[in-house]
DNA sequence: TTGAAAGCGCTAACAT
DNA sequence: ATGTTAGCGCTTTCAA
């Protein structure tokens, strides 16, 4: 391939330099049969030599609509987006618009540059999950509608999901199978769930006798998990609770692998309820949300806002959540492990 | 939310009722300090009374260019995908691009829509996984830069990973493990890759002695897959070939299910070597392509495009794979299982 | 078949 | 602080 230098070339330098009018350049490439052929055969020679490409914006009537939405998250590899983008893309295909899908991989930098980029191109805003503080995000809400999910932003409309009582069912579930102590592996710090998480965890395992530790930040990724194992098996808890199914998975995975025996030995929880966590061994218990309608709600309230609705209360909706018990937990074991030598010693409960 | 007749306002509208100039009423939005307080309130509430939205496209100087590439795949939720993804972004953050990814779902129908809706916004495609015909792609490749994926089209550059060598491979390592037989289990027919895996391993099976018959289509996904055991079940191969790793990760489990040891009673391969083949038990045997590279070069040549490159080569550029033999392929046991019993019976090797 | 000219909605000089 | 005016690159009447 060989370069050429860059100057936007537009339809009056292929005019001028094929000797015709620029109406009939325009022609000539938006309805061919229109203009003779020889005429048109030489405009495209010239306009070829120039390097000329249509101007990716104005080409359409300028008066066009784009019906784009764009949908911003954080990592599109990460599964748990799966759901929710689905939700999302039905909702917009159902409202005659396109999604557009962003991806910010966990940089607010990255998040905000490609936000701006695309406001001049799309009708509205939907934020899957966002790294950027409160107020840069108002800047965006503020240009364009805008819904944020799984963030809790006042003037802003945002559906989240019922994580504090998907908390308060994992300490409650943990409590019942005898669990009195649980290390929480935290995701990234910019996530809003993620606090929310740790402390509802944290606060009702305080009322109800689960003593609720954390480690963290960890990448919300199965490399995040098996680097979060390393620390846990310096202290081995009884119980793992996870931001994430995929720091859930990389837990159980880093465990096993070091002879640490799931759930057995130690009970691990996870949030999201992606695919995998239905398929692993063990199947991993978890809280999952209702993604698919988190993104179709939240489509269909853009798609609102564009209409000219008026964004009212300033509370968040909350999707309920459901918690799904399966094979990572179980009644506390009575052993202890020594992780370092991955063998078991006999010893009563402690705190 | 209330609901407004659609009729776009301008910034003309609202100038008019306001009793302003409209670059008063562009300078209220786009320069908040440069109008007074009072007019600017003024023109903000009129604004909003007639349901003013800033125009997508002309917001900005019309000039700009977009700096935007798209990247169609046909599922999102497809893991196959995330390092394609990653690979192009990579290249698109070095080249200046911001990737817009677009997702078909598996319909041309949708996909050719897609495509048309973004003509006017982007400045590039890179088409990862396409379903629709090598004429309709084609008709969208005179209009903007293009580089096709995993497809072979002639007069527009395509980078392809080397299915033939994959497939040539899965077939010696099957005959190597003692197998005379194996059955493929076919992804969309709209897929380019899966007519070249087919043939490709059909062809050379004859030529070595491994007879490959196929069943399907069947959606490329774990479902797909799980759909597939049951025709499986009817006549159970010694070894199953499948388009992906999805759908093999959905027999391996089918068959798991329904009492079917994996490898011992059946062989399993997969294409693609997503993360959950590394950590699905057993691992799966997959031919591995270099996704991110893959994406990269795509990207990047797109991007020379943009910038005047020609494209020469009518060839598809072609990457290499990788097998990578894992869990889930074993030597060929003598032993013949009765499906619908999940009982297994011994037997001596039949053709 | 082709040219001239009028916009599309908005921003940015340049005036006032 | 605000109004006037001239474009942006392209398409589209309207004439010729």
């Keep these: 391939m060989t370069e050429q230098p860059r100057v936007p070339v537009t339809i009056y330098d292929v005019a001028k330099a094929a000797g015709v009018a620029p109406s009939t350049v325009s022609r000539a490439f938006a309805r061919p049969g229109r203009v003779n052929a020889d005429t048109a055969a030489r405009i495209r020679q010239v306009a070829h030599d120039l390097g000329y490409r249509a101007h990716p914006v104005t080409q359409a009537p ?12 954080s990592d599109v590899a990460n599964p748990f987006y799966s759901q929710l983008i689905r939700g999302a893309q039905l909702a917009a295909t159902e409202a005659g ?16 540059a490609a936000l701006e980029r695309l ?16 107020s840069a995000l108002r800047t965006i809400a503020k240009q364009r509608p805008m819904v944020v999910l799984n963030r809790a932003l006042i003037d802003v409309p945002s559906v989240v999901a019922d994580n504090v009582s998907g908390a308060h069912a994992v300490v409650e579930l943990l409590r019942d ?15 809003w769930a993620d606090g929310v998480r740790f402390r509802s965890l944290r606060d009702h395992g305080a009322h109800t006798g689960l003593t609720v530790s954390r480690i963290g930040p960890f990448l919300p990724t199965f490399e995040g998990g098996l680097a979060a194992t390393r620390t846990l098996l310096e202290k081995l808890p009884s119980a793992v609770i996870a931001y994430n199914d995929l720091i859930a998975l990389g837990v159980m995975h880093g465990l ?25 061994l063990p199947t991993l218990t978890t809280v999952a949300a209702p993604m698919r309608q988190l993104g179709s709600t939240a489509v269909k309230n853009v798609v609102a806002l564009i209409n000219g609705a008026r964004h009212r209360s300033t509370e968040a909706l909350v999707m309920p959540v459901q918690l799904k018990v399966r094979g990572s937990t179980a009644q506390r074991s009575r052993k202890r492990v020594s992780p370092a030598l991955g063998t078991t010693i006999v010893s009563g409960s402690s705190s």
């Design 62 to 73: 300028v008066t066009a609509q784009t019906r784009l939405l764009a949908l911003m998250i």
């Design 97 to 112: 618009y396109e999604i557009l899908l962003a991806d910010s991989r966990e940089s607010s930098t990255r998040e905000r």
């Design 119 to 134: 406001v001049p191109v799309v009708e509205g805003f939907v934020i899957g999950s966002s790294r950027m503080s409160d």
């Design 177 to 191: 199978l005898g669990h009195d102590a649980a290390t929480y592996v935290a995701g990234p710090e910019a996530s």
């Design 256 to 280: 096993l692998r070091e002879g640490v025996a799931v759930p057995e030995q130690v009970s691990v929880v996870g949030f999201d309820d992606i695919l995998i966590s239905r398929i692993s």
